[in-house]
Structures are given as C-alpha cells and as structure tokens.
C-alpha cells in the first residue's frame, strides 16, 4: 500500500474546489488562445440544438465551454444568482450583464439572445 496522509475535510474541500477552478482556467486559457490565433470557433450540433429547442444559451456555452456557475460567476463578475436565475428563464439579464457574461465565455453578445 502507498503513503497516506490525513487532512481535515474541510482542506480536502477546498483543495477539490481549486482543482476544478483550475481545469475551468485551462479551459478558458485554451479557448481565448484559439480565438486570439485567429481560429474560427464552431461547436458541435448538439449544443446548437439544444439553443435551437429553446435552451438558455448563457447555460449552453457555459456548458460548452466546461465552466460551473462559480467559475463564470469570478470571470464575469456577475453574481452566480444572477446567472442561475437567467439559465432559468426567471430574468433575461440586463445588456451590461449579458455583455459581462458574452465576454467572459468568449463570445459575441448577439450570442446569447
């Protein structure tokens, strides 16, 4: 058997939560250094059906671009409610804050109407 160690719950928490923060900034990193090349971005038709069927498409890119709701809640500097509340249809978002959440999943504005 190998080494063990024990940590207190709570570190383990944090440490799987800085884990997935961290897979979420690699994947932005990749994404923002493609479109920054100049590569032409498409997604699989999956995604655009689910758009098409009528699903919210801040969720969709979310999604698409393996981001949780926190972790686009830090990048775009809207509040996680916010975000929960317009992938629920219950808001449609301000201008401002779709522009915020357009920018932080790298894509056009017009993206997410």
Known sequence: MGEMITIPLDEYKRLQGAAHDLEDIRILDRVTAALAAGHEETIPAEYVARMVGGESPVRVWREY?????????????????????????????????????????????????
């Not at 317009?86 to 017009?110: F, M, P, Q, W, Y």
Request: glycine share 8%; aromatic share 0%.
């Open 65 to 113: 671009r393996g981001l949780s709701q926190a972790a686009l809640a830090k990048e775009s500097g809207v509040n996680r409610v916010q975000i929960l509340d317009i992938e629920a249809g219950r808001s449609s978002g301000s201008i401002a804050t779709l522009k915020k959440l357009a920018d932080a999943l790298n894509v056009a504005l017009d993206d997410l109407a």
